[in-house]
Structures are given as structure tokens and as C-alpha cells.
T-cell receptor
Framework: DGGITQSPKYLFRKEGQNVTLSCEQN?????MYWYRQDPGQGLRLIYY???????QKGDIAEGYSVSREKKESFPLTVTSAQKNPTAFYLC??????????????FGNGTRLTVT | AQKVTQAQTEISVVEKEDVTLDCVYE???????LFWYKQPPSGELVFLIR??????QNEISGRYSWNFQKSTSSFNFTITASQVVDSAVYFC???????????FGTGTSLTVIP
């Protein structure tokens, strides 16, 4: 079955540690996105990538980093510089771009708790 | 300014009632796209529908229907004869031909009581 896999589902880290969230898709989609979801705030864009080896900052990129070395993979690193990293993180992919109205396909999300 | 507004934070209905989820958007583009997604308790957002700005026809899919009105910048979602399985958070979203990202509303949490 084609889809987007995010792992792990739950992740716990101590403050000051970097942590990497995995996102893999086998849909052959060009575009991939990372969103952060907090209660009452909807989805906020962290980073997106429309093509391998290229990515762009979203609205809340500070304290995060990404890479896009393969079409299938778009890992997100939450660094110690992120002031409030505890949140639900959603990865998404799309066959086209937002400007073309191509809908997003989402993974199951990773819930990160930093203490 | 918020590009997509979902004023209803939480709605509770009794099973078999009809319910309408409101979505108001703001854009200066003439070409844009509107979406609805469903987020069940499992967490994954599920794509429900996409409309482009040139197609104002209402759409019906089973118990779901969507009312797109450019005059009021609204794209409302109605569930007819609601069921417990409809309980979820529903998000409305917008993308613009001139842009690179999607704009999501803050979501409406729907609870259907058996």
C-alpha cells in the first residue's frame, strides 16, 4: 500500500537534546511538508520541499532543520534551539504544488514530548 | 490576518442530526483552491474535497455536501444524518496560485453523541 510513514508515533526527549523525526513516502510525490499542530492553533508550516536537494522555510522554521537527499525521505530535526518543541508533528506529501491546488496526503504524525 | 477562519471551535450534535461546519477565507488571488480535511482521533488528516475558485457548483458525496459561495468567501461543509464515526476535527484550508503553501483554519472539533 502506498502511503506516508512517520516514526516513531511517540517520542520523549530531555531538554537540550536534538531529535530527528522520520518521514518516508512511497507515493512518488515530489512535494513534502512538515507541519506542527498545537491545540487551538491549527497547522503551522515548518519547512517544505518541492524537489530533491531543495527546501524552503515555512512560517515557524526557527529551531528546526530538514534535509531532502532522497525523493522518498524528508526528516525533520528539532534542535535544542527550539524554545517550545513539545507538539504533534505531521508530515505530508503531494504530487504537485500548493499553487496548483494539489491536495496533501498526511502521515499519522509523531507526538514529541520534551521535558 | 488569518486567511482561513473556522469560527466554530467545538460542536456537539446528537446522532442523526444534520450539522454544518463553517469556513470563511480571505484571498486576493483570482485563482485559488479550497480544501476540507478530517482528523480522527488517530491523528492522520484525511483529504475530503478540493474546489477551485472557478467552480462554484455545490458538491454532494453521500452524507457530505459542500456549499461554495464566492460572494461571501465561504466554503461550508454539511454532514447529513450525522454518525458517531463523524466525530473528528475538521480543517478547512486554502492555497493560492500565486503562493507556495497551504493556509489552514484552526479546526472545528465535532462530537456526535449516540
Amino acid at each position: 500500500d502506498g502511503g506516508i510513514t512517520q516514526s516513531p508515533k511517540y517520542l520523549f526527549r530531555k531538554e537540550g537534546q536534538n531529535v530527528t523525526l522520520s518521514c518516508e513516502q512511497n507515493l512518488n510525490h515530489d512535494a513534502m511538508y512538515w507541519y506542527r499542530q498545537d491545540p487551538g492553533q491549527g497547522l503551522r508550516l515548518i519547512y517544505y520541499s518541492h524537489i530533491v536537494n531543495d527546501f524552503q522555510k515555512g512560517d515557524i522554521a526557527e529551531g528546526y532543520s530538514v534535509s531532502r537527499e532522497k525523493k522518498e525521505s524528508f526528516p525533520l530535526t528539532v534542535t535544542s534551539a527550539q524554545k517550545n518543541p513539545t507538539a504533534f508533528y505531521l508530515c505530508a506529501s503531494s504530487p504537485g504544488t500548493a499553487s496548483a491546488g494539489s491536495p496533501l496526503h498526511f502521515g499519522n504524525g509523531t507526538r514529541l514530548t520534551v521535558t | 490576518a488569518q486567511k482561513v477562519t473556522q469560527a466554530q471551535t467545538e460542536i456537539s450534535v446528537v446522532e442523526k442530526e444534520d450539522v454544518t461546519l463553517d469556513c470563511v477565507y480571505e484571498t486576493r488571488d483570482t485563482t485559488y483552491y479550497l480544501f476540507w480535511y478530517k482528523q480522527p482521533p488517530s491523528g492522520e488528516l484525511v483529504f475530503l474535497i478540493r474546489r477551485n475558485s472557478f467552480d462554484e457548483q455545490n458538491e454532494i458525496s453521500g452524507r457530505y455536501s459542500w456549499n461554495f459561495q464566492k460572494s461571501t468567501s465561504s466554503f461550508n461543509f454539511t454532514i447529513t444524518a450525522s454518525q458517531v464515526v463523524d466525530s473528528a476535527v475538521y480543517f478547512c484550508a486554502l492555497s493560492e496560485a500565486s503562493g507556495n503553501q497551504f493556509y489552514f483554519g484552526t479546526g472545528t472539533s465535532l462530537t456526535v453523541i449516540p
